[in-house]
């Protein structure tokens, strides 16, 4: 695939019924629109063809072996493409839909292209619990695969202007449903002979799930999207703990750490998670030099936004 940098002229267009027809068609016709879910922007294409995920990929400038989430309308969608079995089940008739994404066994003869699962055995399914991504699936009539939309190692866009700011004119539509309300991607579970793994976190806490807390992987080759030592980075260097700012430094805050721009001046960890890629974004295009972030609680929710921010300030 060629080179997909200025290739379009990126058209944001409001998410109604005409917008979302518009993005059908194109996605029909192999392209790749971004779209808005509960927990934040998607990048989607026709999961089942491999043409249209290469263009996924060149977009993003996504390493090849990192699977895609493939997104779907519900259970029976679901189980044209992965064995599912009766603690799958279970889990998806407590969660779906909504932001739990499971990897499970690859059905014989899916049609899922080759590309979404990076050459595995396994596939990443979820289903939106989000009007315009379910109304973008029955237009298009296939499930789509959809990856974060920004560009790969970059920070994950809540809003149709954070999208923008990494993939205009590389994608040719944006379909604009507003902020996102989650703001933190879904947590990822691996399902295998009737044992749950948890491979990232999200925005279902471990234990709400039932799992023994264990550390998210760094993966050279990962087994599931979210899983790069570097991820959801800013431009800058970011440090993480910091109790004040240094000269140089934008300072997002956390509780009473109250900071340039606050995640949450209360410590709800629920409106932190919702406000962190913002907040990255905001921090990113204030002009300074580095980026510091005061502590978060290592529980609930916090595990996750601590995940992602110290991907954001792994090493590159």
Known sequence: ?????????????????????????????????????????????????????????????????????????GTEMAE?????DATARALIDRYWPGPLTLVLPLKAGAPVAALVTAGLSTVALRCPDHPVAQALIAAAGVPLAAPSA???????????????????GRIPLVLDGGPTRGGLESTIVAVEGGRLHLLREGAIPAETLGLAREAAPVAAEPSAPGQ????????????????RAEADEYLI????????????????????????????????????????????????????????????????
Not at 80 to 84: C, G, K, N, V
């Open 1 to 73: 695939m060629a080179d997909q940098s200025n290739a379009y002229k990126t058209e944001t267009i409001a998410a109604d019924a005409a917008g979302i027809a518009r993005a059908a068609a194109l996605i029909r016709a192999g392209q790749c629109v971004a779209v808005p879910t509960e927990t934040v922007y998607g990048l989607a294409c026709d999961a089942t063809s491999g043409a249209a995920v290469a263009r996924v990929y060149a977009a993003k400038g996504r390493p090849a072996f990192n699977p895609l989430i493939v997104h779907v309308s």
């Open 150 to 168: 920004n560009a790969s190692g970059r920070i994950t866009s809540t809003r149709p202007a954070h999208v923008l700011a990494s993939l205009d």
């Open 80 to 84: 044209s493409l992965a064995e599912i």
């Open 228 to 243: 790069l030592a570097s991820h959801y980075a800013p431009r800058q260097p970011v440090r993480l703990d910091a109790a």
């Open 253 to 316: 805050g956390f509780g009473a750490v109250a900071g340039d721009l606050n995640l949450s001046a209360s410590g709800d960890l629920g409106e932190a998670a919702a406000r962190l890629f913002d907040a990255l974004h905001q921090a990113e295009a204030s002009g300074k030099a580095r980026i510091a972030v005061a502590p978060i609680p290592e529980k609930g929710l916090g595990r996750a936004i601590n995940d992602r921010l110290r991907r954001a300030a792994a090493p590159r």
